[in-house]
């Protein structure tokens, strides 16, 4: 049994200290608002994220930052991009050596252009510490949560540390493979959710299954060059946190990513679906931060560009389609 705590409330960081709760394992869930830290509390079940499903007796609420480290072996991070930084300073200070960090989040922080690993590292001024884990792969909450058969990569620069990671999460329903390319599956992870975008707006234009696979199959190239660009490993791409993850983001209806896209293929303005939504779509800071990127670097990235045009540059997505299918010709495989 390990001491855990899990920061985030949303649906994954639930999801997660249920699973892990469910394991035997003494785990504390930190939710940043105090209203609905008491909410959690009072109803013994996550009403606004994960609707039905009762959180286990041992399973503890809270939303006090003071000595929520103590004793804890394995400190979770569930928490949107963007707001990852802030929430990892709050308790750096009780950031112990031998702690494992585990990063769930998916993204690309616009500020600084860094991977979520390389916020938490800046802000635990952590250059002495290696433990950190990227837990990433093709796991809707909506299903895990109700224990769907699921698979799930825990990738880390040590090996040891991976390995642990699997351990802790893996059960009868959430297979836990292990994965050395830190770098290639936080990129798989976050660069998906701009890729699934892409996807819903053809939905939202009413095209079909061709669409679709051309946009998935075009947006893998984009993230394995991307990826390869930062020194990631092409192989990780074909994994469940690469090709893996994009096939369920793109084609899901619990895909908030796909909903935004598909919002946006039907004529809407973002500022019009951001209202709407409670969740969190990380593809759109992404977009961002990767459009920021690849224009620096000079990374090609055509579907990446087209949403952030769409988002950033109210870009007509008829306009855009036009654009991107009359570009010049050329291989299939390339550099
Ligand atoms: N929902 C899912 O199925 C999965 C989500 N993820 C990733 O996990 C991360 C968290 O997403 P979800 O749990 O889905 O969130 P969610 O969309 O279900 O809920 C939003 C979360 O953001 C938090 N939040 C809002 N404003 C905040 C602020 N200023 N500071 C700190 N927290 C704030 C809310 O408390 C809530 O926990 C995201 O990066 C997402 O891509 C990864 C795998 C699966
Ligand atoms: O990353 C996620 C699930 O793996 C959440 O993003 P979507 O809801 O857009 O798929």
């Known amino acids: 049994m390990a001491k855990i705590v899990v920061m985030g409330a949303g649906s994954w960081g639930t999801t997660l200290a249920i699973l892990l709760a469910k394991k035997g394992n003494q785990v504390t869930l930190w939710e940043y608002k105090k209203e609905r830290a008491e909410k959690l509390k009072k109803n013994r079940e996550n009403i606004d994220y994960v609707k039905g499903i009762k959180f286990p007796d041992t399973l503890e609420v809270t939303n006090d930052i003071n000595g929520l480290l103590d004793g804890c072996e394995y400190l979770i991070f569930s928490i949107p991009s963007q707001f990852l930084r802030g929430i990892v300073s709050m308790v750096s ?33 952590g250059k002495f510490h290696n433990n950190i884990v990227v837990l990433s792969g093709p796991t809707h909450a909506e299903e895990v949560s109700k224990e ?15 390995k642990k990671v699997q351990e802790l999460f893996n059960t009868d329903f959430f297979r836990v493979y292990s994965n050395n390319d830190l770098i290639g599956v936080e990129i798989g992870g976050a660069l998906k959710n701009c890729i699934a975008i892409a996807a819903g707006i053809t939905d939202g234009m009413g095209f079909g299954d061709n669409s679709k696979s051309a946009i998935i199959t075009r947006g893998l190239a984009e993230i394995i060059r991307f990826g390869e660009y930062f020194g990631a490993d092409f192989k990780t791409f074909s994994g469940l946190s690469g090709v893996g993850d994009l096939i369920t983001t793109c084609t899901s209806k619990h895909s908030r990513n796909r909903f935004v896209g598909e919002k946006l293929g039907e004529g809407k303005t973002i500022e019009d679906i951001m209202r709407e939504m409670i969740m969190v779509a990380e593809g759109v800071p992404t977009a961002k931060a990767v459009h920021e990127i690849a224009k620096e670097k000079g990374i090609e990235m055509p579907v990446v560009e087209s949403v952030y045009k769409i988002i950033y540059e109210s870009e007509k997505p008829k306009v855009i389609l036009q654009k991107l299918m009359s570009r010049e010709l050329k291989g299939e495989f390339y550099k």
Do not use: C, W, Y
């Open 93 to 125: 200070d009780q950031i112990k050596e031998n702690m494992i960090l585990i990063n769930t989040g998916k993204g690309i922080e616009i500020s600084t252009h860094e991977r979520l690993s390389e916020v938490i590292k800046d802000e635990i001024l």
């Open 148 to 162: 769907f058969p699921s698979a799930i990569v825990a990738a880390s620069k040590d090996e040891k540390v991976s």
